[in-house]
Nanobody
């Protein structure tokens, strides 16, 4: 019924780029605050970027500012993460997250692997 499906991960060399997508179904997508999180082996999950429901405001972790861009297309029920100048320390499983905090509603995608290596 409700699904958030990530795609676009893979293996890339340092300095390269990837664009992740997260496609939603079964929800009124335009009502949700959308975020990207990541989790590397042996580390806790961390917030990478977030975007408001209409796309007017974004926020980023300090470690990715200037390199990553979050965006959304509500007509396509999809949120994106453009990742440039990738570093080995960006290697992680990336998850999309949907939230309507005032209603206590949240959803997670299944994750997509990003590996940055020579």
């Amino acid at each position: 019924q409700v699904q958030f499906v990530e795609s676009g991960g893979g293996l890339v060399q340092p300095g390269g780029s990837l664009r992740l997508s997260c496609a939603a179904s079964g929800v009124i997508f335009s009502r949700y605050y959308m975020s990207w999180y990541r989790q590397a082996p042996g580390k806790e999950r961390e917030l990478v970027a977030g975007i408001t429901s209409a796309g007017g405001n974004t926020n980023y972790a300090d470690s990715v500012k200037g390199r990553f861009t979050i965006s959304r297309d509500n007509a396509k029920n999809t949120v994106y993460l453009q990742m440039n100048s990738l570093k080995p320390e960006d290697t992680a499983v990336y998850y999309c997250h949907a939230s309507r905090s005032t209603y206590g509603i949240e959803y997670w995608g299944q994750g997509t692997q990003v590996t940055v290596s020579s």
